[in-house]
């Protein structure tokens, strides 16, 4: 079986500050990671992957993630925050290439 | 657009009553899912098809809900006696399976309000 925390339900940053959101995973398996991000009234948008290529993923809208097996973690970045990038985030794994496992997310609100 | 439709975008029933929803997806992905996403939760896996066939269901999925995906096309999701808890974001999704299904592609959901 596979899960995801997320840690922090609700991160504040400033315009122009750095982003980080934690995730940690726990997968039996070498696992298959993402992030996706939900506007109000939304579906979910895939931001990044990581498939057990690069361990550096590089993802759309300036975000970025590194998986890293040592840590269990997949922590998503981004230097720069953009009022524009205020969302919910949600971290997921799936070990099985079909069903995803979500986290329980993490709401970003962006200040002027 | 190209990209997953979702049908209705809000219902609001009573409890008893019973709904149904439509999903229909990326028109060359042969597999589609389902999940549930309940307020300040990630959403939870409900159940997927594989053309027509439903290969696999959470246990979430009771004996109230069912769904179809007759023709390997169009998806529908039925709750049948809705309850105070059916209350939620019931999100739809599609992927290709000729490649590793990484990528899910999500429609903007149907949220159900269960008075």
């Known amino acids: 079986a596979q899960s995801v925390t997320q840690l922090g339900s609700h991160v504040s940053v400033s315009e122009g500050a750095l982003v980080l959101l934690r995730c940690n995973y726990s997968?039996?398996?070498?696992?298959?990671l993402f992030w996706y991000v939900q506007y109000p009234n939304q579906g979910l948008q895939l931001l990044l992957k990581?498939?057990?290529?690069?361990?550096l993923v590089k993802g759309i809208n300036g975000f970025e993630a590194e998986f890293k097996k040592s840590e269990t973690s997949f922590h998503l970045t981004k230097p720069s925050a953009h009022m524009s990038d205020a969302a919910e985030y949600f971290c997921a794994v799936s070990s099985n290439d079909y069903k995803l496992s979500f986290g329980a997310g993490t709401t970003v609100t962006v200040r002027a | 657009d190209t990209g997953v439709s979702q049908n209705p975008r809000h219902k609001i029933t009573k409890r008893g009553q019973n709904v149904t929803f439509r999903c229909d997806p990326i028109s060359e992905h042969n597999r589609l899912y389902w999940y549930r996403q309940t307020l300040g939760q990630g959403p939870e896996f409900l159940t997927y098809?594989?053309?027509?066939?439903?290969?696999?269901k959470s246990r979430l999925l009771s004996d109230r809900f069912s769904a179809e995906r007759p023709k390997g096309s169009f998806s529908t999701l039925e709750i049948q006696r809705t309850e105070q808890g059916d209350s939620a974001m019931y999100l739809c999704?599609?992927?290709?399976?000729?490649?590793?299904?990484?990528?899910?592609?999500f429609g903007p959901g149907t949220r159900l309000t269960v008075t």
């Open positions: 999704a599609s992927s290709l399976d000729t490649v590793p299904t990484y990528e899910q592609y």
């Open positions: 997968s039996s398996v070498p696992p298959y």
């Open positions: 098809f594989q053309n027509e066939a439903q290969l696999e």
């Open positions: 990581y498939t057990s290529a690069a361990t």
